[in-house]
């Protein structure tokens, strides 16, 4: 069993930058692949980033390609997403997510372990 843990979200203002932590226990992250996905208001639960077991590849949802970087330190046992040019419409609950899967999937049906969320508002 994996616990994920979230951390950093809040309010900021368009065009700020926050940064959110993952941090998990129970055993290592080292072998799976990691993802930060997010449920805006009334909407369904949407992929952002995730990252391979090694760091060596990632991948990003196109609205925040360019803007949102996913990070991972696997001897702190611990995912980032940093999240820069914060636009409103990034308003939503993050949860992070682990995966069996060797490559980085999208479908949060793929992923085995979430955490509970950490609330990010992008004020206008």
């Known amino acids: 069993q994996v616990q994920l843990v979230e951390s950093g979200g809040g309010l900021v203002q368009a065009g700020g930058s926050q940064g959110l932590s993952c941090v998990a226990s129970?055993?290592?992250?080292?072998?799976?692949?990691m993802s930060w996905f997010r449920r805006g208001p009334g909407e369904e639960r949407e992929f952002v980033a995730g990252?391979?077991?090694?760091?060596?590849?990632?991948r990003y949802a196109d609205s925040v390609k360019g803007r949102f970087t996913i990070a991972r330190d696997n001897n702190k046992n611990t995912v980032f997403l940093q999240m820069n040019n914060l636009k409103p419409e990034d308003t939503a609950v993050y949860s992070c997510?682990?995966?069996?899967?060797?490559?980085?999937?999208?479908?949060?049906?793929?992923?085995?372990?979430w955490g509970q969320g950490t609330q990010v508002t992008g004020s206008s």
């Open positions: 129970g055993q290592t992250i080292r072998t799976y692949v």
């Open positions: 997510a682990a995966s069996t899967s060797i490559v980085i999937r999208t479908t949060d049906s793929e992923y085995e372990y």
């Open positions: 990252i391979s077991w090694s760091g060596a590849t990632t």
